[in-house]
């Protein structure tokens, strides 16, 4: 199953930052009993992976290479691939830049990799078979997508940042089969359409008769593209269990590691003998 991170953003709301806002420290790992920060997107990774996920695709932006540095070709059980979205147009055009790798009988999870949310096994429910969003309350609908359902949890609109909101339902990912992603391509391609929003590309797919559910198995949801989201989210993992060993492990944290275990092992690089210090300290500086 793949997993769809749209990472080409700027980050314009969290600026300035010197590195890609996916990096950005969020919360911490142990490694060996030592705590170590962890990049934002890690969770959303971990997340996806406990849904079942095995092939991860970024999509970057030209400029992005720090996060190809950081996760490299692996993580935990998932392949990673890159495709470049080379012109800002939305979140639609992102995730279909993915489109070429995935066949049409595959499942496929989409996912913002600037949020936290919980339960981390959140994702497992959602089925392979049809088009379903996971969903989260929160106190202000307003700034999200929230989704309207039915009694049935059949999805009968999307309202992209209204005011007024009529659902405190709002998605955090969505999963469907890649049959479903190629004819929501289709319709994005239609003159007049090229939606920058999902909402809005969904909405016209329910109207012709297209068919969504809604799972309201979130318990909280934080949007870490924001100072204020920054805060929360740092508020909400501290709220937390402590840190914990993760198999979830960046190419560049392992990479680190093989290095200080290769320094360990050379003998020009072991603790100085008791003797060997009297030598030196009669050196000159320098010497």
Not at 185 to 200: F, K, M, N, S, V
């Amino acid at each position: 199953m793949w997993g769809i991170i749209p990472a080409a953003g700027i980050g314009s709301r969290i600026q300035p930052l010197a590195f890609s806002k996916e990096l950005l420290p969020v919360g911490s790992r142990l490694e060996s009993g030592v705590e170590r920060p962890r990049a934002v997107s890690e969770h959303l990774i971990e997340r996806m992976i406990a849904g079942g996920v095995d092939k991860i695709c970024f999509v970057i932006a030209p400029g992005k290479s720090d996060i190809i540095n950081y996760y490299g070709s692996r993580i935990g059980g998932a392949s990673i691939a890159y495709v470049v979205q080379q012109e800002p147009s939305g979140l639609c055009d992102a995730i279909f830049c993915a489109l070429p790798l995935i066949a049409p009988e595959e499942p496929v999870v989409v996912g913002l990799p600037d949020t936290i949310w919980f339960p981390e096994a959140a994702l497992a429910p959602l089925p392979d078979d049809e088009f379903s969003f996971l969903l989260f309350p929160v106190d202000r609908p307003e700034l999200f997508d929230a989704v309207v359902t039915d009694a049935e949890g059949r999805v009968e609109a999307i309202e992209v940042k209204r005011p007024g909101a009529h659902s405190r339902w709002v998605w955090g990912a969505f999963k469907l089969p890649g049959a479903v992603l190629r004819d929501l391509h289709a319709l994005w391609r239609e003159p007049g359409r090229g939606d920058e929003y999902i909402g809005t590309l969904v909405n016209a797919w329910l109207a012709r008769g297209g068919q969504a559910r809604g799972l309201r198995g979130g318990e909280v949801y934080v949007d870490v593209g924001t100072l204020n989201g920054y805060r929360e989210a740092v508020a909400l993992l501290a709220s937390r269990p402590g840190p914990r060993d993760s198999a979830v492990v960046p190419f560049r944290v392992l990479q680190q590691r093989a290095a200080l275990d290769a320094a360990a092992r050379r003998p020009d690089l072991a603790p100085v003998a008791a003797n060997d210090q009297g030598d030196l300290a009669g050196m000159p500086a320098g010497g």
